[in-house]
Every structure is written in structure tokens, then in C-alpha cells.
């Protein structure tokens, strides 16, 4: 499989956000504007995290997912709230190709389990959010509780091998946001204890860092802010490697 960049939309409210360490949430727009600019630009593909679902117990919104399959000329993904067989059926139902778990599977595998059963390992992705401790320690963190939770970094990582993600996303707390590359030595780490693709997110600032990430064994690199702001002062711009800048990267 060809390596892969991913950007990632922060959904709140159905509208787009971008965060710096999970904090301080800054409006960039309508995703259905963002979607339609990354299928022009023909991004590999799009990921979606609803950032309040879990957080306040909601429902998806299939209509709105259906939106964003209309206009999405490239494969994207879905996360957030998803709680029950019955939701993830009607989100791939709605045009959604893959599904990302998190929240459910730090409380127990059964859900996704039964996802992985039901659907295949290729269609579900568990994103796993990584915090260093004060002794600089990597600890699994939840962006649900917004705390570092007891599980250690490898059982964790074991955990997931162990149940057959098709796709695991690798989520820096610490470099969200921030611009500053991604921490290779997480995703070194982390590609000790799975062997499925991997998907490294947090901290791009610019091309040299997709092309770093993927080189330490990531199968993907993906950003959020990195396709969203231009400048030191952080205009809001939509943005995509060029055919020639990805051939770079891959190369």
C-alpha cells in the first residue's frame, strides 16, 4: 500500500476546529467548504473526529456524515460517540468507509470486537491519544475524563495488536497543534507492537516532517493544523501537497 497523507477535521457542533494540546479550540470554518477543497486538491483521503461526542453523549449525525459523503470524491473516515453496533452500521450506511474508535475501547474491547466481526478489521481504527507524564514517560491519556489513565503505553499497544485493528492512529497530546514535527521516536516505539498500518498524528509543521514520519515506520501521516493554517500568524487556509511534493515524500 502506498504511504498515505491524511488530513484530519476536528468536528464540534458540526462545524470545524483546531486544537493546540486538546486545548483552546480555534474555529476554522464549514466542513463541507473544507471537503469540497481537499477532493479538489485529491487528498489520499479524510478523517473526521467529533471532538464533543463522547464528551456529552451524542448521537452521530447520519445526515450530517451523508453531507459529507456527497462531496467527499476520495475515502474519509469517521470518529466519535460511537457507542453500539447500530451506530457504526448506520455511519457506513451514510457514505463512511472507515471507523475510529477510541473512548470505547479505553474502557473495554468489546465493542470493538464485535465491530472488527461484524465489519472487518480493514473498516475499524482504533486512535490512541499519547501523553508524556512529568517524568517523560509515555502514558495513554483520555480526552474524554482529560486525564493520563493507569494503563501503560505498551499493554495498551499489545491490546491493540492483540484484537486486530486494521488501523491504528497514534495521536501526540503533547504536539497537537503545536507545528514543531512529529515525535519520531513515538511512532518507532509504537511500530514494535503492530504490525497493521500505522497512522501518525500531531505536531506536522512542514513537508520535511510528513516525510520524516513516514520514513521511522509510519504507513500514514496525518495533520490537522498543518492543512489548515498558513503563516506564523495562523491564517486560516486550506491546503494540500502537490503531486510532485508527495512523490517526495514517499520517496
Known amino acids: 500500500m502506498n504511504k498515505r497523507i491524511i488530513p484530519v477535521l476536528l468536528l464540534k457542533d458540526n462545524v470545524l476546529y483546531k486544537t493546540e494540546k486538546f486545548k483552546k479550540p480555534k474555529y476554522i470554518g464549514d466542513p463541507i467548504n473544507a471537503v469540497k477543497i481537499f477532493s479538489e486538491k485529491e487528498s489520499d483521503e479524510i478523517t473526521f473526529l467529533d471532538i464533543d461526542a463522547s464528551k456529552k453523549n451524542k448521537e452521530p449525525n447520519y445526515n450530517f456524515i451523508k453531507d459529507i459523503s456527497s462531496e467527499a470524491f476520495m475515502p474519509f473516515s469517521y470518529g466519535g460517540g460511537i457507542k453500539n453496533l447500530f451506530q457504526a452500521e448506520k455511519i457506513l450506511n451514510s457514505g463512511c468507509e472507515k471507523l475510529i474508535i ?90 514494535k507492537y503492530l504490525s497493521c498500518q500505522l497512522v501518525s498524528l500531531g505536531g506536522a509543521g512542514q513537508i520535511s516532517d510528513l516525510k520524516k514520519i513516514i520514513k521511522v515506520g509510519a504507513d500514514a501521516a496525518a495533520a490537522g493544523s498543518f492543512f489548515s493554517f498558513h503563516g506564523k500568524y495562523k491564517a486560516v487556509l486550506i491546503s494540500y501537497p502537490t503531486y510532485n511534493e508527495i512523490k517526495q515524500i514517499s520517496s
Open 102 to 191: 477510541n473512548n470505547s475501547f479505553l474502557k473495554d474491547s468489546d465493542l470493538a470486537r464485535t465491530l472488527i466481526k461484524e465489519f472487518g478489521s480493514s473498516t475499524i481504527v482504533c486512535c490512541v491519544d499519547i501523553k508524556k507524564n512529568f517524568f517523560g514517560t509515555y502514558k495513554i491519556f483520555s480526552h474524554v475524563k482529560k486525564r493520563i489513565i493507569s494503563e501503560s503505553f505498551d499493554e495498551y499497544l499489545v491490546r491493540c495488536a492483540d484484537i486486530g485493528f486494521g488501523e491504528v492512529i497514534i495521536q501526540s497530546v503533547d504536539n497537537d497543534g503545536m507545528r514543531n514535527g512529529y515525535d519520531l521516536n513515538l511512532v518507532e516505539r509504537a511500530r
